[in-house]
C-alpha cells in the first residue's frame, strides 16, 4: 500500500457546499428508532407479499445503481456469517435485477500455494471496485477470523495479528474512498441443523454441503466464541458490523436490502424518453425459411 490516498483538508479551499441528496429510504434503515408497529415474527411471510415488498427494493436498487455509476461511487459489501446462514440467497436477492457490471460478486475459494505465500489481503484487493462499482463478498478476508480460526487452518499469533491490524487496514479502505459494509447474518442453532438436514435429503441442495459444514457443526460454541472476538476487534466506528438475524429467510433479505439501500444515499436520476424505432425493410427476406433444416431444440415443454 504505497499510494497516498491522504485526503486534502477541506479547510484549505473552502468551496460551495454540498446539496444533501433525498435520501430514498425510510428513517430506520440505518438504525434510527422505528415508530411503526413490529411485524408478527411468527407469522409466516406469505409468498406474493415477500415478491411484492422484494420487487420494490430491487426497484430501487436499480436507482441506486445509476447512481452510484453517475457519481463513480465505490462500495464494498461484506456478508460473513455461520454455514446455511442464508449468505447466498441474500446475495442473490441483492443483485438479481441489477447490472452484475455494477453489482460485482466475488466468492474465492481457498487460497492457491501462491497465495499462501502472499499478504493475507493481497488476493481479496485484486477484487476491490474502481468507481461506479459495488462489490459483494461472499466471504471475505474474515475468514481469517471464522473458519480458519476455529478448524485450525493458521496459527494463533496469525489470528491475533489479524484481528489487531484488520481495523487499521478497514481504516484506510475507507479513507481511500471506498464505503465499507460489514454485515453478519446470525442463524439459530435450531434453524442451522434444520438447514443442514435440508441439504442432506433435498437431491438439488446436495451441492451446497462442502467439506467444512458438517465438521462446523459440531464446532458451534467455537464459532460463536471467535464470532465474538471479531466483533470486539472489529466492530469500529469506520466500518461497523450490523447484525441480520436470518432464521427467516423472506424477511431476511427484505430488511438486508431496506439496510443497505438507508446507507448509501442516493436519488433517482431523469432518463431520457426512449422510442423504439421501427424495423427497417432494407434488404428484406424470409430469414424464417433459412432456419429450416436445422437443428431445433426438443419443445418438451
Not at 283 to 298: I, N
Request: charged share 35%; hydrophobic share 35%.
Amino acid at each position: 500500500m504505497n499510494e497516498d490516498t491522504t485526503p486534502v483538508s477541506d479547510q484549505a479551499t473552502p468551496g460551495p457546499a454540498k446539496p444533501k441528496l433525498k435520501q430514498r429510504r425510510h428513517p430506520s434503515a440505518a438504525g434510527a428508532p422505528d415508530k411503526k408497529p413490529k411485524p408478527d415474527r411468527d407469522k409466516k411471510l406469505k409468498a406474493k407479499k415477500y415478491e411484492k415488498k422484494l420487487r420494490k427494493l430491487q426497484a430501487e436498487l436499480c436507482h441506486l445503481q445509476e447512481w452510484v455509476k453517475h457519481k463513480g461511487l465505490r462500495v464494498i459489501i461484506i456478508f460473513e456469517g455461520r454455514d446455511a446462514a442464508g449468505k447466498g440467497g441474500t446475495i442473490r436477492a441483492l443483485t438479481e435485477r441489477v447490472s452484475p457490471r455494477v453489482f460485482r460478486t466475488v466468492a474465492l475459494p481457498a487460497p492457491s500455494d501462491r497465495e499462501k505465500t502472499q499478504m493475507y489481503l493481497q488476493r481479496y484487493m485484486a477484487h476491490f471496485p474502481a468507481a461506479g462499482e459495488i462489490v459483494i463478498f461472499d466471504r471475505s478476508w474474515y475468514n481469517r477470523a471464522g473458519v480458519e480460526h476455529v478448524m485450525g487452518f493458521c496459527t494463533k499469533e496469525q489470528h491475533r495479528l489479524f484481528l489487531e491490524r484488520c481495523p487499521e487496514i478497514e481504516k484506510y479502505i475507507v479513507d481511500a474512498g471506498i464505503q465499507l459494509i460489514k454485515i453478519w447474518l446470525e442463524s439459530s442453532d435450531k434453524e442451522q441443523k434444520r438447514r443442514f438436514e435440508a441439504r442432506i435429503d433435498d437431491p438439488v441442495r446436495q451441492w451446497k454441503l462442502s467439506p467444512m459444514d458438517l465438521p462446523s457443526r459440531t464446532k458451534w460454541f467455537e464459532y460463536s466464541r471467535a464470532r465474538d472476538m471479531m466483533l470486539k476487534a472489529t466492530d469500529t466506528q469506520h466500518a461497523p458490523w450490523y447484525i441480520l438475524r436470518s432464521d427467516d429467510k423472506k424477511r431476511a433479505r427484505l430488511n438486508c436490502l431496506h439496510h443497505i439501500l438507508g446507507l448509501i444515499p442516493y436519488k433517482k436520476l431523469k432518463r431520457e424518453k426512449v422510442k423504439l424505432p421501427d424495423r427497417s425493410m432494407k434488404g428484406a427476406y424470409d430469414d424464417e425459411a433459412t432456419l429450416k433444416g436445422r437443428k431445433f431444440v426438443a419443445e418438451k415443454y
